[in-house]
T-cell receptor
């Protein structure tokens, strides 16, 4: 009965491909996030959505497009994958805003070859 | 701009020794500070937040606005404390900014 689930857990793909990562939370939270963790374990916010609306876009390339069909889901689509996109991507949610406790998914390890 | 600095990438201590993981922040407004922890093969999870003023698993952290610090402390380290620790700052709104993280290694 996982609170924040993301799929797939691992994603290995070639440069230039398009891929998606899905995220769902069953906590009834209003706010969802995507974070990128690089090889040095640095966690950087990419996007934040509140009630299906984009609130934060942290200078992420246009190749990354988040989509929130409803407030329980926040998917991440990546076009034209590049080597530098290789990282672990974490989805998270919170009740309302970043001042609340964030609940994280288990991460998606993306490897671009 | 919100910024969080964790100066140590790795902190290695012996079991039973005191632990202090350093965190300094930069923010012009009134910050909310957090410590998150990631144990091996587990999800990133909240350890504690300054607003709660609580002790979790023996860890405490005091917000020092004068020194803009929020160091995490534990008087006696245990092997199960070994993990990656992230300090994080929210300035309100929907943005939580993390520090670079510190790996705590507790040796027996």
């Amino acid at each position: 009965d996982t609170a924040v689930s993301q799929t797939p857990k691992y994603l290995v793909t070639q440069m230039g491909n398009d891929k998606s990562i899905k995220c769902e939370q069953n906590l009834g939270h209003d706010t969802m996030y995507w974070y990128k963790q690089d090889s040095k374990k640095f966690l950087k916010i990419m996007f934040s959505y509140n009630n299906k609306e984009l609130i934060i876009n942290e200078t992420v390339p246009n190749r990354f497009s988040p989509k929130s069909p409803d407030k329980a889901h926040l998917n991440l689509h990546i076009n034209s994958l590049e080597l530098g996109d290789s990282a672990v991507y974490f989805c998270a949610s919170s009740k309302q805003g970043a001042g609340e406790k964030l609940f994280f998914g288990s991460g998606t390890q993306l490897s671009v070859l | 701009a919100q910024r969080v600095t964790q100066p140590e990438k790795l902190l290695s201590v012996f079991k039973g020794a005191p632990v202090e993981l350093k965190c300094n922040y930069s923010y012009s407004g009134s910050p909310e500070l957090f410590w998150y922890v990631q144990y091996s093969r587990q999800r990133l999870q909240l350890l504690l937040r300054h607003i709660s003023r609580e002790s979790i698993k023996g860890f405490t952290a005091d917000l020092n606005k004068g020194e803009t610090s929020f160091h995490l402390k534990k008087p006696f380290a245990q092997e199960e404390d070994s993990a990656m620790y992230y300090c994080a700052l929210s300035g309100g709104g929907n943005k939580l900014v993390f520090g670079a993280g510190t790996i705590l290694r507790v040796k027996s």
